[in-house]
């Protein structure tokens, strides 16, 4: 990417993106995937919860998260199981 027509504010964040990590992408098996699909997850509020996203992410944990409204939106903790 040439940054030589970003601004300053646009430099840092372009910089900062790239030091911490933040604009790694994964590929993604469908052609057709969302747009998103592959890239960091935002810290996502969720209605009735005082803990956001990142407050649920656990280490060596994983977190699956229903947004399509049939379960109305349901976070399911991780089990104690491992596989």
Avoid: N, Q, W
């Avoid at 430099?11 to 057709?32: E, H, M, N, Q």
């Avoid at 992410?57 to 399509?68: E, I, M, P, S």
Wanted: overall charge neutral; some cysteine.
């Amino acid at each position: 990417m040439d940054t030589t027509s970003l601004g300053s504010i646009g430099l840092a964040a372009f910089l900062s993106k790239r030091l911490t990590g933040l604009s790694v992408t994964y590929p993604t098996a469908a052609p057709d995937a969302h747009p998103l699909a592959g890239t960091r997850a935002p810290d996502l509020s969720f209605e009735g919860s005082p803990a956001g996203l990142f407050g649920r992410l656990h280490a060596d944990a994983c977190l699956l998260l229903d947004l399509t409204g049939e379960a109305g939106g349901a976070l399911f903790p991780p089990s104690r199981r491992r596989a």
